[in-house]
């Protein structure tokens, strides 16, 4: 079995700059990730992460995984699908059946998109409904379409659905936006936008080949019906947090991880950062992911000195 100090699993903006400073550390160890590069690959533009007025996301992510790899981080493109502890180590084993010892690792697992819950969501993924506006905007040139949320995801698509269709409804169940002032300023004056608020989607309908309406829980402009192409769910994010509970690890009432301020979980040698981390829950930003992969990575190097003979 390959056997290593630190395996990060997860690699997105948290996992890579955990990897970029272990590599600093010294620190023998493995990135394991699916989506490389993570969530912020899916930002149509980021103008928030220092040194960068404006980058696509995918373009910053991409960044992300060659400064990883370029300090010497071994990056696998690989989900991790199991994970115990065996005599005091940490057992992983991933897609491909491989397995993996660890004397520590650094949970970086993200979030995975809310779902809306209502019906035709299901029926209809893949035609007409999505949860990545980047990813699928291009498919809706000219046409019309439903976002669904208020916060900055759910701006930032809209935005950038407007770039390509003739026209945007943003529905949103409060009477306020609650994304950054900037989103919420660029939204409301895009004249392709149009924000529908206090209201909310009760279902989803099409042809059973593609969506062609939603129903609203409140008519709009007379209508409980509106005609759209497609629907876009962009109403945050759940933390991924099944391996990091099958371990034990403990986690607040919303599921995001708990852990001390170097990123260490009640698991010995267990340690998480980024958006699954309960510490940053109101500001899910790559910038506040990276930073805590550094400081995981400083827990874990401490761990690992402190603790050598203990360490298995
Ligand atoms: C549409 C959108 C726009 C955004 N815009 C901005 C912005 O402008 N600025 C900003 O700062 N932030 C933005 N964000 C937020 C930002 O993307 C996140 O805060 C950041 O990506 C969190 O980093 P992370 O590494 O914690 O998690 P993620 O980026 O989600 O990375 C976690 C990775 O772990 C992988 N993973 C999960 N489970 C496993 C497993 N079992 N095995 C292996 N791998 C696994 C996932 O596939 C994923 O690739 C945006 C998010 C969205 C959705």
Known sequence: ???????????????????????????????????????????HKVENYPGFTSISGFELAQNFLKHATKLGGTIINQEVVNLKKVNGFL?????????????????????????????????YLGKGVSYCATCDAAFYKNKVVVVVGGANSACSGALHLAHFAQKVYLIYHKDNLRADPVWVAETKNKNNIEIIYDTSIEAI??????????????????????????VFIEIGGAPIVDLAKSLGVKTDEQNFILTDNLMATNIKGVFCAGDVNAWQKNCQQAIVAAAEGALASLGVYQYLNKTPEKTP
């Not at 992983?92 to 809306?116: C, H, M, P, V």
């Not at 309908?205 to 005609?227: A, C, I, M, R």
């Open 205 to 230: 309908l099409g042809n059973g080949e593609k969506v062609d309406s939603v129903t609203l829980n409140q008519p709009y402009h007379n209508q409980k019906n509106l005609t759209t192409n497609g």
């Open 91 to 123: 057992v992983l084993t991933a897609g491909d059946k491989k397995q993996y010892q660890t004397k520590t690792i650094i949970i970086a697992t993200g979030t995975k998109r809310k779902k809306l819950g209502v019906p035709g969501e299901k029926e």
């Open 1 to 43: 079995m390959e056997k290593h100090d630190l395996i990060i699993i997860g690699a997105g903006p948290a996992g890579l700059s955990a990897s970029i400073y272990a590599s600093r550390y010294k620190i023998d160890h493995l990135v394991l990730g699916q989506n490389l590069g993570g969530t912020i690959a899916w930002a």
